[in-house]
């Protein structure tokens, strides 16, 4: 059965670079058709869609993030990870991520549906 | 870009009702439409995908419906542990969420 378990810092301050790492279990990440995603949620507000990754490296974002995310994979660890610049206190969240079964959309792939997830991993932003 | 929309905000039931969950998209999303269960904690669980298809090791009781712009989740008869909040998504873009609490 796959299991994602995020992990990484639980506090970070204000500008500095947030890094979480997503370790695949029970499968590989070299999957034929899947993103390997990551989604959070900020406390008491709904979920977000951060970004996703192939095994071969292609990626993809959401717009009103991009330029300060960065998704990587490591095939040889079975993990991706997530970077995110020059946080502030409007990036605390609890960080969730999850294997994207995408979809074709005039030749281009796009988020479909997520399954499974992790559990998450809640990191707040202060100083 | 579309958005999505839930209805309601706040679901009171007791055990053993009838849960019925609305989600309004902005224009048509054909029927690309996936379910959500989130519990504090724990890892969030895909109930229904393509609107009506239910996802691996999901009780008959949960079942999805509905097309272009409106769709249901319904749950049978509420059991104990499907007290949650409850999400619908549209490729990257989720609704604002249903909490179903216990009346």
């Known amino acids: 059965q796959l299991q994602l378990q995020e992990s990484g810092p639980g506090l970070v301050k204000p500008s500095e670079t947030l890094s979480l790492t997503c370790i695949v279990s029970?499968?590989?990440?070299?999957?034929?058709?899947?993103?390997w995603d990551w989604i959070r949620q900020p406390p008491g507000k709904g979920l977000e869609w951060i970004g996703g990754i192939y095994y071969s490296g292609t990626s993809y974002y959401n717009p009103s993030l991009e330029g300060r995310v960065t998704i990587t994979v490591d095939t040889s660890r079975n993990q991706f990870s997530l970077k995110v610049n020059s946080v502030t206190a409007a990036d605390t969240a609890v960080y969730y991520c999850a294997r994207d079964h995408p979809i074709s959309v005039g030749g281009a792939v796009r988020a479909n549906w997520f399954d499974p997830w992790g559990q998450g991993t809640l990191v707040s932003v202060s100083s | 870009e579309i958005v999505l929309t839930q209805s309601p905000a706040t679901l009171s039931l007791s055990p053993g009702e009838r849960a019925t969950l609305s989600c309004r998209a902005s224009q048509s999303v054909s029927s690309y439409l996936g379910w959500y269960q989130l519990k504090l904690g724990q890892a969030p669980r895909l109930l229904i995908y393509d609107a009506s298809n239910r996802a691996t090791g999901i009780p008959a009781r949960f079942s999805g419906s509905g097309s272009g712009t409106d769709f249901t989740l319904t749950i049978s008869s509420l059991e104990p542990e499907d007290f949650a909040v409850y999400y619908c998504q549209y490729r990257s873009i989720f609704g604002p969420g249903t909490k179903v609490d216990i009346k």
């Open positions: 029970g499968g590989s990440i070299i999957s034929s058709g899947y993103y």
